[in-house]
């Protein structure tokens, strides 16, 4: 949906920058409650019993950054089957990045 309207619009930077930033506040989002839910969700008599932040430690940011790369590495490899010519070879060059 998102390539259908970019494809159609006249301007295409705003929409860029608009697919760009919610993409990635999605894998911020995502990564976050990973790291939050894999770090341990503090229980008392079987009862949430944490605090609000307890899902910003730095498990979470190391599992947030696994999160963005891998989506990265997911987007890099779909141009490289998708596209050709310096498309594609941006696509080689994005994937090798996000897999360092």
């Known amino acids: 949906m998102a390539l259908d309207y970019w494809a159609e619009a006249s301007r ?3 929409w860029e ?5 919610g993409s990635l506040f999605t894998s911020l989002a995502q ?26 430690t730095p498990f979470s940011v190391f599992v947030t950054a696994g999160v963005i790369f891998g989506y990265l590495m997911l ?4 141009l ?10 941006r696509g080689y060059r994005y994937a090798l990045i996000s897999s360092s």
């Not at 920058?17 to 930033?21: Q, S, T, V």
């Not at 987007?75 to 779909?78: D, I, P, T």
């Open 31 to 56: 990564g976050f409650t990973l790291g939050g839910l894999f770090g341990g969700i503090h229980l008392e008599q079987d009862r949430f019993a944490g605090r609000l932040m307890d899902w910003a």
């Open 80 to 89: 490289v089957l998708k596209t050709e010519g310096d498309l594609q070879q």
């Open 75 to 78: 987007g890099a490899n779909f």
């Open 17 to 21: 920058l608009a697919f760009g930033l």
């Open 12 to 14: 295409k930077r705003p």
